[in-house]
């Protein structure tokens, strides 16, 4: 079965950083356009950056300058490096593989998430 395990959360300094990894099994990994998305309690889930099969990247425009998403195929893993860590980041982060075949199938697996949390 599809799983989707995240680690490298936790409680961080404002101005901290971590880096979050969700490591795939049972997809054929590299061809899922792979994401994080968090979602902090009592607001809606919100993505936070997306990495394409080719590598395309894309950043909501909240972390724009402070995270970077990558990809290593060869271990089936996704990243999420996150600098210059503030309050309001704090959220539980999800990892999100996504994949529309041919026949316009959507195929779609979540994590469980991780908790971050940025607080002096």
């Known amino acids: 079965q599809v799983q989707l395990v995240e680690s490298g959360g936790g409680l961080v300094q404002p101005g901290g950083s971590l880096r979050l990894s969700c490591a795939a099994s049972?997809?054929?990994?590299?061809?899922?356009?792979m994401g994080w998305y968090r979602q902090a309690p009592g607001k809606p889930r919100e993505l936070v950056a997306t990495?394409?099969?080719?590598?395309?990247?894309n950043y909501a425009d909240s972390v724009k300058g402070r995270c970077t998403i990558s990809r290593d195929n060869a271990k089936n893993t996704v990243y999420l490096q996150m600098d210059s860590l503030k309050p309001e980041d704090t959220a539980v982060y999800s990892c999100?593989?996504?994949?529309?075949?041919?026949?316009?199938?959507?195929?779609?697996?979540w994590g469980q998430g991780t908790q971050v949390t940025v607080s002096s």
């Open positions: 999100n593989a996504a994949y529309t075949d041919w026949r316009y199938r959507k195929y779609d697996y």
């Open positions: 049972g997809i054929r990994f590299s061809i899922y356009t």
């Open positions: 990495i394409t099969s080719g590598g395309n990247t």
